[in-house]
């Protein structure tokens, strides 16, 4: 079986890191250098030493069992390529938004993105060294989060820990669906 999952968020919040941390194949990126044009829409508050951007969409695959394949599509995060979001999002299984406590903002649209369109998703904090962390329960009520939403901490930089969040996304859509609701253990 082949699934696909988006991975969403706002501007810099590791959706790149992400997709190459777990992908099994070298990753498709479409990153481009941020430009003098850009900055005036392009808000680097809180990344400051980020210097690219993702203009398309990246994408890998991971497979987490023998019969279990995802694709991931990881989205661009800032609101001039949202456009793009409509067309990556169709046939789309369910989401990971990944969200900053330190801009934790950037992580409202992706939410409403997905609670008006029904796809399931799961937001995964990513915990960026020397950020502040906050408890589970802080966050989900900051993003006014369902209680059945999952919400997971991890590090987008760590294979494991994006494994983990990709699991809980799959396990979550499957039973959001009525699908098959077997444990996708990765392996």
Not at 18 to 40: F, K
Request: with cysteine.
């Amino acid at each position: 079986m082949t699934l696909k999952i988006l991975v969403a968020g706002g501007f810099g919040v590791g959706k790149t890191t992400l997709v190459g941390a777990v992908s099994e194949i070298r990753p498709l990126r479409t990153e481009e250098d941020l430009s003098e044009i850009g900055r005036p829409v392009d808000d680097t508050g809180g990344v400051e030493g980020k210097t690219t951007t993702t203009v398309a969409m990246d994408f890998g695959r991971i497979t987490l069992r023998e019969d279990l394949v995802l694709y991931l599509f990881g989205t661009p995060g800032q609101d001039r390529f949202w456009f793009l979001w409509d067309e990556l999002a169709q046939g789309a299984l369910g989401a990971v938004i990944l969200a900053d406590t330190r801009r934790l903002e950037e992580s409202f649209a992706a939410v409403d993105y997905f609670e008006r369109r029904g796809i399931p998703f799961t937001v995964a904090v990513n915990c960026f060294d020397g950020a502040t962390r906050f408890p589970a329960d802080t966050v989900r009520a900051a993003l006014d989060l369902d209680p059945e939403v999952p919400l997971l901490m991890c590090d987008a930089r760590e294979r494991e820990s994006a494994k983990e969040v990709l699991v809980a996304v799959v396990e979550h859509a499957l039973a959001r669906v009525g699908g098959d609701r077997r444990e996708p253990a990765a392996t």
